[in-house]
């Protein structure tokens, strides 16, 4: 008996020890996770039933924070259809055009190394920079695009200062940066078993059938990954079109007097998280911005947790 | 799991289409499809080229103009004007901008690294209860948007702290360890084969000596790709610097001053545009030098299970 309990004793000090030692390794992210995390988002729902200005202390105001947002902020449906938008057109756009030239680059025999280094670079191009050097590409009066639109004899869209035109204009810029992507998508192409080709190419499928019937099945996980991550993404989209809507308006001058509020032209630009800069730190409305940064928590958790779903298992929790 | 880190290898250069032997008039079909193929392929492929470099060649043909003509829809330089590039380079404020963006990258991606690997390492090695939930936790916060939390979050930084108007609110949290950094280590540190652990265990290393000698070695091509990622990051943040030092110009970012350098050279797009190519120069130069790194790291955010 005493030995046996000796045994558990000792088993159990070497659980708390390795307990103890989990905790340690852990203990970094553990305070970064609650005090930039959990307290944070706390407090989010906290402020989004109180009036407060920043100043005056926070008052409880209940639901109106809620029914402002929702029925009668003008604001709010634009960004929400936008994302729609940017969710339907840019993303598939940007899967399609990264297999393409995942695909491309697969099969390219000759100075593969070259190209690759080309396709990717933009990718790298800081957002901020990548969308002035597009506003003033894609500028409607004397832009080189447009340039070369005229003298081809095409119409010559007015793209960042054209509603219709914007969110177009941005899906470009993204598809430039498509470097991601096409990374992604190589690596899962060069994954596929050759056999399979071989065997597609014995039974007389085209180039169509092989890639229906062997690339796709092998590679839907990654399709599935980039259209979720893409997703995620756009919830998050803010830099490339509060640059290129402030450039397109012509409003300049941090602090000099003039105010540039997102969205322009015309609402086509506004998305979630530039509502939350407007009404956080230009309207001072602090209330408000809480509630739409709560919608914007809300839907990214949706898409993650599709990312995470265990028969999806497109991000492995186990290993 | 582990071929999700391989690089992609390099296609073997192939002059050309492949030589086919054999002058049969079938054998000779053939190689004429195959060279129509080939030649199909470059075509695409250089007219992609074209669309991802383009961009490029324009930003730097509209740099070197003179100021009138950048205004113009001209394409080419009447004269080219290197000393655009000097103009900006001595504009008020680029030095600083330059100084703070090394600050906030460099010592950024140093905490960074240093908080997450022993995260990433206990995540994929140690097994605990609990160990699922923290790695979903991990993910939820890789994917929060900046946003949801930027309010509460300033309203710390500026009454609790008074730390607004500098770039430490963006610096200090990444001493905690980085959500994306600790999920891309920790896939990484799944291939490290456990054996190699259990041998350094036997050898009589405890956790933090295994940590030091085994795994950092081994996980260096992780490290550099997470450091390479975290430190772009940095780069080319717009949203932080903007909500925490927009008010003190001396606390400004590249990416930041940019637009502020746009603002007040509305007129000069020249100007603009060699601002922007000098902002970009950077990353892409480490690109050059850290391709390989850069690569793997990117296939292993698309990792599969």
Redesign the interface.
């Known amino acids: 008996m005493t030995i046996l309990h000796g045994h558990s004793a000792a088993l159990r000090s070497k659980r708390r020890r390795e307990g103890l030692r989990t905790l340690a390794f852990l203990s970094p992210w553990l305070i970064g996770f609650s005090v930039f995390f959990v307290y944070p988002l706390v407090s989010t729902v906290y402020f989004s039933f109180m009036k407060y200005d920043g100043f005056k202390p926070p008052t409880f105001n209940g639901l109106t924070n809620w029914t402002y947002v929702f029925s009668q902020y003008p604001f709010f449906w634009a960004a929400m259809s936008n994302t729609l938008w940017l969710v339907a057109i840019m993303v598939t756009a940007r899967v399609i055009f990264g297999l393409g030239i995942g695909m491309l680059i697969t099969k390219i025999k000759t100075g593969a190394g070259f190209f690759r280094t080309f396709f990717y670079l933009p990718y790298l191009a800081p957002p901020v920079a990548a969308t002035l050097a597009f506003a003033f590409l894609l500028n409607p009066g004397t832009g080189p695009v447009n340039q070369l639109l005229g003298d081809l004899g095409l119409p010559q869209p007015g793209w960042f200062n054209d509603p219709t035109w914007s969110k177009p204009a941005l899906t470009l810029l993204a598809l430039w940066g498509i470097g991601d992507l096409m990374v992604i998508f190589m690596a899962a192409l060069l994954d596929v078993p050759k056999e399979q080709y071989e065997a597609a190419e014995l039974d007389g499928a085209g180039s169509w059938k092989r890639f229906r019937y062997v690339t796709l099945p092998n590679i839907s996980p990654i399709v599935l990954f980039a259209v979720v991550t893409g997703v995620i993404q756009t919830m998050q989209y803010y830099t490339q079109p509060i640059i290129a809507g402030k450039t397109a308006s012509g409003v300049i001058g941090a602090g000099a007097g003039q105010i540039y509020e997102p969205g322009y032209p015309g609402k086509s630009t506004l998305t979630l998280p530039q509502l939350v800069y407007t009404l956080g730190f230009q309207r001072f409305d602090t209330g408000s911005a809480c509630v739409v940064a709560l919608v914007l928590f809300a839907l990214s958790m949706a898409f993650t947790a599709l990312l995470m779903r265990r028969r999806s298992g497109l991000i492995t929790v186990e290993d | 799991?582990t071929?999700?880190v391989t690089a992609?290898?390099?296609?073997p250069?192939?002059?050309?289409?492949a030589r086919a032997t054999g002058r049969s008039p079938a054998s000779r079909a053939a190689r004429r499809q195959e060279l129509l193929h080939?030649i199909a392929?470059?075509s695409?492929?250089i007219a992609?080229?074209l669309?991802?470099?383009m961009?490029?060649v324009?930003?730097l043909l509209?740099s070197l103009m003179d100021d009138r003509q950048a205004?113009?829809?001209a394409?080419w330089p009447r004269s080219w004007n290197w000393d655009n590039y000097a103009t900006v380079w001595q504009a008020p404020g680029f030095l600083t901008w330059w100084r703070n963006t090394l600050i906030y990258a460099g010592l950024g991606t140093l905490l960074t690294v240093v908080?997450?690997i022993?995260?990433a390492?206990?995540?994929?090695k140690?097994r605990?209860r609990g160990r699922?939930i923290?790695?979903?936790?991990?993910?939820?916060?890789m994917?929060?948007?900046?946003?949801?939390?930027?309010?509460?979050?300033?309203?710390?930084w500026a009454k609790q702290m008074h730390l607004t108007g500098t770039l430490w609110p963006l610096i200090i949290?990444m001493?905690?360890?980085d959500?994306f950094s600790?999920f891309l280590l920790r896939q990484f540190l799944?291939t490290v084969p456990n054996e190699y652990l259990d041998a350094a265990k036997v050898d009589g290393c405890g956790?933090l000596r295994t940590l030091l000698r085994i795994v950092i070695p081994l996980a260096k091509p992780g490290i550099a790709a997470v450091a390479l990622f975290q430190f772009?990051y940095c780069?080319?943040d717009?949203?932080g610097p903007?909500?925490y030092a927009?008010?003190n110009p001396a606390a400004w970012t590249?990416?930041?001053g940019?637009?502020?350098f746009?603002?007040?050279h509305?007129t000069n797009?020249n100007l603009?545009?060699a601002a922007?190519?000098l902002?970009?120069a950077p990353?892409?130069a480490v690109?050059f030098f850290a391709?390989k790194a850069f690569?793997e790291g990117?296939?292993l955010?698309?990792?599969?299970?």
């Open positions: 799991m071929n999700a992609p290898p390099v296609s250069a192939a002059p050309g289409p080939w392929v470059h695409l492929g992609a080229a669309f991802f470099v961009p490029f324009f930003i509209t205004l113009t829809s394409l908080s997450s022993p995260v390492y206990a995540l994929a140690f605990f699922r923290a790695m979903m936790l991990v993910i939820s916060a994917m929060l948007p900046p946003q949801v939390i930027i309010v509460p979050m300033y309203l710390f949290p001493a905690f360890g959500a600790i799944l956790e772009f780069w080319n717009y949203f903007q909500i927009s008010d590249l990416s930041y940019l637009e502020s746009k603002d007040n509305h797009w603009t545009m922007t190519l902002v970009m990353v892409i690109f391709q690569i990117v296939t955010t698309g990792v599969k299970g």
